[in-house]
């Protein structure tokens, strides 16, 4: 039988060092190579068959995992902030971090972390430039906003971005200068720009008939639109996943984090390790919802009950959670039960 070897590699933008162990520890090749196609293709060329290889989860992962994974008997990633053996080394660099990931690997104590697949991730690397681009939107609302409120003029706060009133605004600007009109109108310019491209973007995403049936299956929640279950899909990859709920709504980063010694547990404040994309979009759902759902409106007013506005809003979102976990696992439209 062939003997096993196991591929450390620590993966920066331009190189990559690796180390490769057997399953009793000893080294059987170190070094580095160039990030680049050629140079892997060449580096594997030389190891040892049958083997298997694990690295960090950094920017450039994901070209480098689905381009060796034809090739190894098994790639896996393993997730940064449980890499605790290597920050906390005393002496650090790429030769000692790709050996002791070789090591994690052999000995079966890599904590991996979930590798989405590639379909899925070009996907969600559109919908996350479309959230980019909402974001550049508003800032030049509230730069336009701010440029009136530098010269002084009053202005309708909810009718600004409206393309009658404004230029109805513009063509009554007598006292402002010349300079902050051009400027208000190549930021109304670009701001229009900046809506196109994430409509356009959002209809590219929805053609995608796979996605778009279990959209459609996720939007038949009460108080969940396309950009929520649009997220929830991308982001989430496969519900099966999560085992429970509870892990569910604690990947979402919508509970606190625990410290318990000693007999003793300290709750803190909402855990730092979460999913940010899909806090954000639950978040910003849960202070809608109410007003489409009896039911998620039930929870909110017994939570407000308590004094509490954040935490209302946060037990509206772990709610929207279950619904959405429950709906995708199921495979059909959501039913509202007593």
């Not at 060092?17 to 140079?39: F, H």
């Not at 590639?118 to 959230?131: D, H, K, P, S």
């Not at 709920?245 to 990947?251: D, E, L, P």
Request: glycine share 6%; aromatic share 6%.
């Amino acid at each position: 039988m062939a003997t096993m070897h196991y591929v450390g590699m620590d993966v920066h933008k331009k190189t990559i060092a690796y180390c490769v162990k057997t399953k009793g520890g000893s080294l059987r090749g170190e070094g580095t190579i160039d990030a680049t196609r050629a140079g892997i293709d060449e580096w594997m060329e030389t190891l040892h068959k049958p083997w298997s290889c694990a690295m960090e989860a950094t920017l450039f992962t994901g070209w480098i995992y689905d381009h060796i994974k034809p090739h190894a008997r098994e790639v896996k990633v393993a997730h940064p902030l449980m890499l605790r053996a290597i920050a906390a080394a005393k002496k650090k660099n790429d030769r000692i971090d790709a050996e002791k990931i070789a090591d994690l690997l052999r000995v079966d104590l890599l904590p991996e972390c979930y590798m989405v697949s590639e379909e899925t991730r070009q996907l969600r690397r559109v919908l996350r430039f479309r959230t980019m681009i909402v974001h550049q939107a508003t800032r030049l609302k509230n730069k336009i906003s701010g440029l009136l409120m530098e010269v002084g003029e009053p202005y309708a706060k909810k009718k600004l971005h409206g393309k009658k009133y404004f230029e109805e605004l513009m063509t009554s600007l007598r006292d402002t200068p010349q300079s902050v009109k051009e400027l208000m109108r190549i930021s109304r310019g670009a701001m229009e720009m900046f809506e196109e491209i994430q409509r356009r973007l959002i209809r590219e995403l929805k053609n995608n008939r796979p996605l778009r049936e279990r959209v459609d299956r996720l939007a038949t929640i009460d108080g969940v639109g396309d950009i929520t279950a649009l997220t929830w899909a991308l982001e989430i990859d496969d519900p099966e996943r999560f085992s429970s709920v509870r892990k569910a709504i604690s990947y979402c980063g919508l509970s606190s984090g625990q410290n318990s010694s000693a007999g003793k547990e300290k709750r803190g404040p909402i855990s730092k390790q979460r999913n940010k994309h899909l806090q954000h979009i639950l978040i910003e759902a849960a202070k809608l919802a109410p007003r489409y759902s009896e039911q998620l409106a039930s929870v909110r007013e017994r939570e407000l009950a308590r004094g509490n506005k954040n935490r209302a809003t946060l037990a509206v979102a772990r709610k929207i959670v279950a619904y959405l976990l429950a709906v995708d696992k199921s495979r059909k439209p959501f039913e509202q039960r007593g």
